[in-house]
């Protein structure tokens, strides 16, 4: 079965149908003002609309409020909401209720301990992404997008439910994420810019050709 890509941090239309046209079975949009990939309710509901039929959309929020989620699903409608803040197995529960919507939830990851972590999600979050913690020397760390990988060897071999992997992955390396961890999906942001939020429409082909030929 082919991996199922992700690329996230989409804010134009150019580069949401290089996406698209490359294969992508995900977009993401990003509600996170630090961030260089933040967008406007407005963009993300015009760029939801043009993907809608041919790619899942998915909402990245940090810690968000009651008040941004029901703004989002209201004028967004995304197919999934990605929490990729500190919230508790609580509030991933409350945000799926809010919302109607399934949550994918987002772990850091440095060690095995924050591996296991991951298992108290387990019944609220229907998918789980570990993406690579930031270094504690990284100055202006992002949630995500930040470059940075984990040592993929602490998801091999292991027995899990489906899950996401992120961090660090590039056309490079991305094969050898997928051959190391067994992953079913493929989250790239940072990965697929030329320069911080300006995603490069060659290296979005060049990722999703390079993921979906692992397997």
Known sequence: MAVEVKICGLSTPETLDAALDAGA????????????????????????????????????????????????????????????????????????????????????????????????????????????????????????GNGHAFDWGLLEGGKRPAFMLAGGLTPENVAEAIRVTGAPVVDVSSGVESAPGVKDIGLIRKFIEAAKAAR
Not at 77 to 93: F, K, N, V, W, Y
Not at 104 to 130: M, N, P
Request: net charge neutral.
């Open 25 to 144: 079975d995900l977009v993401g949009f990003v509600f996170f003002p630090k961030s260089p990939r933040n967008v406007s309710l407005q963009q993300a509901a015009t760029l939801a609309v043009r993907a809608r039929g041919r790619a899942k959309t998915v909402t990245l929020v940090v810690d968000a409020d009651d008040a941004l989620l029901s703004a989002i699903t209201r004028e967004v409608d995304p197919d999934l909401i990605q929490a990729h803040g500190s919230e508790t197995p609580e509030r991933i529960a409350e945000i799926a209720r809010l919302t109607g919507k399934p949550v994918i939830k987002a772990i850091r990851v440095k060690d095995d301990a924050d591996i296991a972590a991951a298992a108290q999600f387990s019944t609220v979050a229907s998918l789980i992404l570990y993406d690579a913690k930031a270094p504690e020397t990284l100055g202006n760390a992002l949630p995500g």
